[in-house]
Structures are given as structure tokens and as C-alpha cells.
């Protein structure tokens, strides 16, 4: 069972911020396989809205990505979704993202780590953002069984 991300490294996991903002829905802490959000730790991808619920994003890989995922976050009306990739920055084919465009809602793609710092910093802005995170799955391992 993997450690709790609060117990990873400082070298792996960097703390955003000490308190949450009230009302708002602030990334304290991130890592490569997770977030921590209002005291709740995260460890799949997940739909981070300004305010109001968390939402878990039913995908385990940037090649499982449908045009469903980002119909998801446009329903939730925002002025700017930020994607995170994953670990590396990726881009999304065009067709993806058919619903934020045609509803005129901006769209920045970057790594996961960069979209939730970017995220706080809209979101103390007062913005009306939503960070998309991605973490992947790990393979399974071959041979095992």
C-alpha cells in the first residue's frame, strides 16, 4: 500500500499553502500521484471546482481521454478550465474539446504540478476556475500474478 501523500518527501510533494481560503475549493499540497484539497487527499484524477464538491474524473490515462471528460467540465460553467496532463505537458486533440469551445470557455493545458499551482493563483484571484487533474494509473507489473 502506498504512503499517505502527506508522508512523501518534501523533494516530492510541494505545499502550496497553509490555510484554506473559505469557500473555495484551495489545492494545499500536490505530488505526482496526488492532491490534497480542503484536509481530503486525492489520489486519482479528480475535477477541482472553485466551490462546491470535488468531482472524481473517471480516467486513468491521457489516451483514455473522450470528448465525455470535457463535456464534464464545461456543464460546470467556468470562465477557465486548467488541465493538468500528467507528469509531462500533453495536448489534447482539438475535437476534445468541442463543448469548452463552443461555450466560449478558456482552456490551458500543462502538467499537473504547474495546473495546480496556477490553479491557487486564479483561484485567489476570485476567478471562477476548474482544475482537471490527471494521474495515471501505473501499469501493472508483468509477471505478476
Known sequence: ?????????ARTTMKLQADRIEG????ARHGPDGVIVNGTEHRASVIVPWAGELIPWQVDSFDALTEAHFEMLAALEP?????????????????LLRALIGRRIGIETMDTAAACRTYNVLLAED????????FESAPAAAGKG
Open 1 to 9: 500500500m502506498p504512503a499517505p501523500l502527506l508522508a512523501l518527501q
Open 24 to 27: 473555495q475549493n484551495a489545492i
Open 79 to 95: 470562465e477557465l478550465v486548467i488541465f493538468g496532463s500528467g507528469a509531462r505537458i500533453r495536448f489534447v486533440k482539438p475535437a
Open 127 to 134: 476567478r471562477s476556475v476548474v482544475a482537471a487533474l490527471l
